[in-house]
């Protein structure tokens, strides 16, 4: 399975973004994760594959969301409010079980990423 992660770019401080990922085959709970330079690799949010179930890092929490669309075996990630530390490289990864984790071990699957750089 392949991941494609699309809709970085470069947005001023409380502005917004909408990232998506679609994946080439059936795939079950998916996430995201970000990097910014000099940092590991950090989770940001994950969802279920009905949908019905997700969790956030506290960091994105009121800011975030994450849904997906199965029918387009793809996934989003709305990004309001954005701050400078939002900044980073952001990877969608997704199992081959339902349940959602927090832990990218547990992903079996991971796209190429895509930039996403707040300004201030």
């Known amino acids: 399975v392949q991941l494609q992660a699309s809709g970085g770019g470069v947005v001023q401080a409380g502005g917004y973004l909408r990232l998506s990922c679609t994946a080439s085959?059936?795939?079950?709970?998916m996430g995201w994760f970000r990097q910014a330079p000099g940092n590991e690799r950090e989770f940001v949010a994950a969802?279920?594959?009905?949908?019905?179930?997700?969790t956030y890092t506290d960091h994105v929490k009121g800011r975030f969301t994450i849904s997906r669309d199965i029918a387009k075996n793809s996934m989003y990630l709305q990004m309001n409010s954005l701050k400078i530390e939002d900044s980073g490289v952001y990877y969608c990864?997704?199992?081959?079980?339902?349940?959602?984790?927090?832990?990218?071990?547990?992903?079996?699957?991971w796209g190429q990423g895509t930039q996403v750089t707040v300004s201030s």
């Open positions: 990864a997704a199992r081959k079980v339902t349940k959602i984790s927090s832990a990218s071990p547990g992903y079996d699957f």
């Open positions: 969802i279920d594959r009905p949908g019905r179930s997700t």
């Open positions: 085959g059936r795939v079950y709970a």
